[in-house]
């Protein structure tokens, strides 16, 4: 499976942006889907998932309320809506793809796909 995210771009604080992670190869919905975020200096972390057939999610709790995770099986898509957005969510972000749902949720480890990064600024 190979990723193309795309959607980053600058955004003042408390705007919104949606990223698209588009996916190549014939069983994307047999993947668990995840995103993640690396801001500068920091380490890699886990933002939100979700199951193949889309009706599991989960997310960090700093973004519980503000992002939405959700796929289009159909179109190889999973996208992250992202409102209400603050200066911490300065990141570039990855999409990911996991075989299950539970290893989605094991973090970076669980992963056997990544996409390449998309950057996410967000000025206060």
């Known amino acids: 499976v190979q990723l193309q995210a795309s959607g980053g771009g600058l955004v003042q604080a408390g705007g919104s942006l949606r990223l698209s992670c588009v996916a190549s190869?014939?069983?994307?919905?047999?993947?668990?889907m995840g995103w993640f975020r690396q801001a500068p200096g920091k380490e890699r972390e886990f933002v939100a998932a979700i199951s193949w057939g889309g009706d599991s999610t989960r997310y960090k709790d700093s973004v519980k309320g503000r992002f939405t995770i959700f796929r289009d099986n159909a179109k190889n898509t999973v996208s992250l809506q992202m409102n209400s957005l603050k200066s911490e969510d300065t990141a570039i972000y990855y999409c990911a793809a996991a075989t299950t749902f539970p290893r989605a949720l094991r973090g970076e480890k669980g992963y056997d796909y990544w996409g390449q990064g998309t950057l996410v600024t967000v000025s206060s």
């Open positions: 190869g014939r069983t994307f919905n047999r993947y668990a």
